[in-house]
């Protein structure tokens, strides 16, 4: 199965999207729905046999702001498309789901996809291009531990050693600066 989700940034949601295990062929741009705007979203196939749709979406729920109305939701909402459209009231169900585990309401919806357009080749994959970015580390890095914490058993493999390298990293740092008096 084939989504588009949008939500945050679309190097955000790549990188999310792309340390799931069961998720490939991930690429950022813009998501068109029925209203005809262009978003910020990122697409991808899900194997199903691997990872459970509301699992994805759970990880989507988990690494953006899906209970906030603010100030930038029109840049980026917050909705998952799915590619075939009859897999809405799949994707509508899902969310109804995992909006359970928030104390206030979800404002994740699933829309109709009608077209996606990839950003140029040299932004995909910016994340993993360039972990050292500050955006990557301050913004990127956070929502890739949430992630992490949250759903443990859905990282791949080379996630989990970049984040314990990167966590190893920090500590290292700590212990040698000065004490606080």
Known sequence: MYLAVSGTCYWCMEAVFSSLR??????????????????????????????????????????????AN??????????????????????????SLAAKAYSVPVITQAKRFIAFYPTPYAQQNYFWRQTDKPFSQNTILPKLKTLAIRFPTQIKPRVVQYLSASIGAMREKEKRQPALS
């Open 70 to 95: 603010h100030s930038a939701r029109d840049k980026y909402p917050s909705a998952i498309y799915p590619l075939d459209n009859s897999k809405i009231g799949q994707c509508q169900f899902a969310i």
């Open 22 to 67: 069961g998720v490939s062929n991930v690429e950022q741009g813009f998501v068109a729905s029925d209203d005809g705007r262009f978003v910020e979203a990122a697409l991808f196939c899900i194997d199903e046999s691997r990872i459970r749709l509301e699992e994805v979406i759970c990880a989507h729920l988990a690494t953006h702001a899906c209970t």
